[in-house]
């Protein structure tokens, strides 16, 4: 039962561009939406998250769309550098009362190409 | 502080064979979870943990079981090693389980299982 669904599964971007990447999810038992970044070799560390009575919400170069109603969210990488070449994982949280478990995306490899 | 810990960072298996992963923590957080992660599937929950002496199954528990006797401390077991258990395996910890508790990931155990 795959609850998260994540888009595309690599991505090749310029320096200077955009980076898009989208998520669908399945049910509505979710109170946070994360995005993680990983590096080779190294665990997950989150990036940018988004509560669902939220449409949008931007820290630095990142940028989380999040649409309740079509079950979606995106994340957006803009001015995108090659220091930003990882792995992304989007992920849905349940409540405090199921453990504050993460189900994630099957993730994203990002290039930035100098 | 030394975040979360996890030991060791690689190990070749026998199928058959058993061992221990070990997972530490030294942030005082009270919820501990243990995910692996394969190729192209993103992470997957195994167990999680709400406290000492607290555990529960996740997505994906059988073959593993685990144990919270302490705090710190939340190791996973793998009793009878297969094939299928070949993964790199993260341990996170978070202080609670609402939606602004951050996850935080240790840097994993590599398994090879022939």
């Known amino acids: 039962q795959q609850q998260v669904k994540q888009s595309p599964q690599s991505l090749i971007v310029q320096k200077g561009g955009i980076s898009i990447i989208n998520c669908a999810y399945e049910n509505t038992a979710f109170d946070y939406f994360p995005w993680y970044q990983q590096f080779p070799g190294k665990g997950p560390a989150l990036l940018i998250a988004i509560r669902p009575d939220v449409s949008e919400k931007k820290e630095g170069r990142f940028t989380i769309s999040f649409n309740k109603s079509a079950k979606q969210f995106s994340l957006h990488i803009m001015d995108s550098q090659p220091g930003d070449s990882a792995t992304y994982f989007c992920a849905v949280k349940f409540g405090y009362n199921q453990g504050g478990k993460l189900i994630f995306g099957q993730g994203t490899e990002l290039s930035v190409k100098p | 502080n030394a975040g979360v810990t996890q030991t060791p960072k690689f190990r070749i298996l026998k199928i058959g064979q058993s061992m221990t992963l070990q997972c530490t923590q030294d942030m005082n957080h009270n919820y501990m979870y243990w995910y692996r992660q394969d190729p192209g599937m993103g992470l997957k929950l195994i167990y999680y943990s709400v406290g000492a002496g607290i555990t529960d199954k996740g997505e994906v528990p059988n073959g593993y079981n685990v144990s919270r006797s302490t705090t710190e401390d939340f190791p996973l077991r793998l009793e009878l090693a297969a094939p299928s258990q070949t993964s790199v395996y993260f341990c996170?910890?978070?202080?609670?389980?609402?939606?602004?508790?951050?996850?935080?990931f240790g840097p994993g155990t590599r398994l090879t299982v022939t």
């Open positions: 996170a910890s978070s202080y609670g389980g609402g939606p602004s508790y951050e996850q935080y």
